[in-house]
C-alpha cells in the first residue's frame, strides 16, 4: 500500500514538475521574442536614422563637388579669358612703342590709332582683371600687378610728350624708356605667366 501511494505521489510530483518546466519553457520563449521584437524595432530605427545620414552626407558632398566644378570651370575660363586680354594689351603696347613703324599713309594719324588701341586693351585687361581677381591664384595676382604697373607707366611715358607738348628731347627719351621697358622688363614677365596659365588650366607638362 505504501509503495502504491509512493509511486503515486512521484507521479504527481512528476507531473507538477513537467507543468512548471513547461510554464518556464513558454515565459522564456515569450521573453525571447519580446526581446527579439524590440531588438529588431531598434535595428530598424537604426538603419533608418544611418540612412537618413547617409543621405544628408551624400547630398552635401554632391553638393560640395557642383560648387568644386563650377569654381574650377569658372577659374578656367577666367584664365584663358584673362590670357587672351594679356596677349592682345602685349600686342598693342610692343606696336605702339615699335622703335621703327612702318608707314601706310599718314604717319600721326596712324600714330594716335596705335595709342588709342593700347590705351582700350590696357583699360579692357583691368576691367576683366580686377572683376575676376578671386579666381587669381596670390602668386599669379602679384606677377600680374607688377605688369600692368609697368604696361601703365610704359603706356604714360610713351604718351607724355604728345600730351603736354614737352621737348623733343625730353619725349625720344620717354619713348626709349618705355619701349625699352617693354621689350626687355615686360616681356620676360609676360612669357612667365603664359607658363603660370597653362599650368593652371593643366596642360603643362602634359606630353
Known amino acids: 500500500m505504501s509503495i502504491i501511494n509512493l509511486l503515486r505521489d512521484i507521479g504527481v510530483f512528476g507531473l507538477a514538475m513537467w507543468f512548471i518546466q513547461l510554464t518556464l519553457t513558454k515565459s ?45 570651370e569658372r577659374q578656367l575660363n577666367v ?18 612703342t615699335a622703335f621703327i613703324k612702318e608707314v601706310h599713309e599718314d ?18 585687361f583691368m576691367e576683366f582683371y580686377l572683376d575676376n581677381l578671386i579666381f587669381i591664384p596670390k602668386n599669379t595676382v602679384d606677377k600680374l600687378d ?17 600730351q603736354f607738348g614737352t621737348e623733343p628731347k625730353f619725349t625720344y627719351q620717354k619713348f ?6 617693354v621689350k626687355d622688363k615686360i616681356q620676360p614677365a609676360v612669357n612667365q605667366l603664359v607658363i603660370d596659365f597653362r599650368e593652371l588650366i593643366g596642360v603643362e607638362n602634359q606630353i
Open 146 to 162: 607688377s605688369v600692368r604697373n609697368d604696361y601703365f607707366n610704359s603706356y604714360m611715358d610713351y604718351t607724355l610728350g604728345r
Open 28 to 72: 522564456a520563449d515569450r521573453k525571447f521574442e519580446t526581446y527579439k521584437t524590440e531588438l529588431n524595432h531598434k535595428t530598424r530605427e537604426f538603419q533608418a536614422l544611418l540612412d537618413s545620414k547617409m543621405e544628408f552626407y551624400r547630398a552635401e558632398l554632391n553638393l560640395q563637388n557642383y560648387k568644386s566644378t563650377q569654381t574650377y
Open 107 to 124: 604717319s600721326e594719324q596712324e600714330e594716335a590709332e596705335r595709342i588709342k588701341k593700347a590705351g582700350e586693351s590696357y583699360n579692357d
Open 176 to 181: 626709349k624708356e618705355a619701349s625699352n621697358r
Open 79 to 96: 584664365i584663358i579669358d584673362l590670357h587672351k586680354k594679356l596677349s592682345k594689351l602685349n600686342r598693342e603696347m610692343q606696336a605702339m
